[in-house]
């Protein structure tokens, strides 16, 4: 089977493309056909080396997977060969007091496919097989590549972390991401009136195609002011946050009183200053996110089956390409997401 390997850290990294024996799956594993896997930023970390993880190389990245399965271990009773699967990325254990109680995205022995096992750049990848969420017959591979990990990443944020509320004004940062295009999506079908942020005229359209009923230019410095102006003062009572560094800190300005930020990411800076003063005075939240549950994974393909959210795709690209596609993401030239097509499906 044919597998992109990461060789060496860099920005671009060096990438080679290897014939490799199939793989075997071990006692409860499974080895998964892949059809299509999305590139998501946390493919860039790991090219870059920016990942406060120890990391193998060579790597095969790669951690938004949906394919079919090929071939299952000893022990394995409740999949066979050929059943549509995605691939949950946060692969968790199962059996810690976290997993316990259908928290897994707080798993204290988790491990994310695509950065700490080989992931799903590649025509075949091996999983243990609680990493498996049955696909929907509406879901095809492309759209569950799409939102397995960007899109179950909102709904985790929206309804695990942050309890979106109907009413509540909702500002999602970046609407063209994975993250934000979902959010948008997300955020509205539960009643909240979303405001979205965008860096071009492209953006802006595509965030109120999304169902935004506001569109603020994140370019422009005074974002946060017309926020509030959009909302009458009140403020946004939640914040959708994945940029981090100063983006992070003036979304403090546009918060509503009892008003929260969830946050799964910082692409521009992990570190930030906080005034703790309009922070307890407000009653702010700061939330973090991290993953998602299996539930939330769960509802995310629902949703999708039910047309209820559609992945926004930029485009999609033979293997062989992968490279190229990482490029394409760093230069923050896409709309909506990059996704590889491993096996024609
Ligand atoms: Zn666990």
């Known amino acids: 089977m044919k597998s992109v390997h990461l060789v060496a850290h860099g920005t671009p990294g060096r990438f080679e493309v290897h014939d490799l024996p199939d793989p075997q799956p071990a006692t409860g594993e499974v080895v998964v056909q892949v059809f299509a896997c999305g590139l998501n930023h946390l493919d860039l970390w790991l090219e870059e080396g920016a990942l406060p993880l120890p990391i193998q190389l060579p790597r095969t990245p790669g951690c938004e997977i949906a394919g079919a399965i090929l071939a299952t271990g000893e022990g394995v009773k409740d999949w066979t060969k050929g059943d549509r699967v995605a691939i949950q990325s946060n692969i968790f254990c199962g059996q810690c007091e976290y997993c ?37 017959d509406k879901v095809d591979f492309e759209t569950a590549a799409a939102l397995t990990l960007a899109g179950s990443t909102a709904t985790h944020m929206l309804t695990s972390r942050a309890k979106v509320r109907p009413g509540d004004w909702v500002l999602v940062m970046g609407a063209s991401s ?18 979205a942020t965008a860096s071009s005229r492209e953006k802006r359209e595509l965030a109120l195609k999304l169902g935004a009923e506001h569109v603020v230019n994140a370019i422009d410095e005074s974002w946060p002011a017309e926020a509030r102006k959009i909302t009458a003062k009140h403020g946004v009572d939640l914040v ?7 983006v992070l800190e003036q979304a403090f300005n546009c918060l ?16 930030v200053m906080l005034n703790l003063w309009p922070f307890f005075v407000k009653e702010h939240r700061l939330i973090g996110s991290y993953g998602r549950n299996r539930v939330d994974l769960e509802r995310t393909l629902e949703w999708a089956a039910a047309g209820k959210l559609r992945p926004v795709v930029d485009r999609i690209v033979p293997l062989a390409e992968t490279p190229r596609a990482f490029a394409a993401l760093r230069e923050r030239t896409v709309l909506g997401k990059l996704v590889v097509r491993s096996n024609a499906g």
């Open 256 to 271: 509503a009183r009892g008003g929260a930020i969830v946050t799964c990411g910082a692409t521009a800076g992990r570190e």
């Open 100 to 136: 316990s109680r259908g928290e897994e995205s707080l798993c204290l022995n988790s491990e994310m496919v695509g950065v700490q096992r080989d992931g799903g750049f590649a025509e075949q990848v091996v999983v243990p097989e609680r990493a498996l969420a049955r696909l929907p």
């Open 178 to 195: 994975g993250v934000g295009s979902a959010a948008i999506q997300i955020a509205s079908q539960l009643g909240a009136h979303v405001i």
């Open 240 to 246: 959708v946050e994945h940029i981090g560094g100063k």
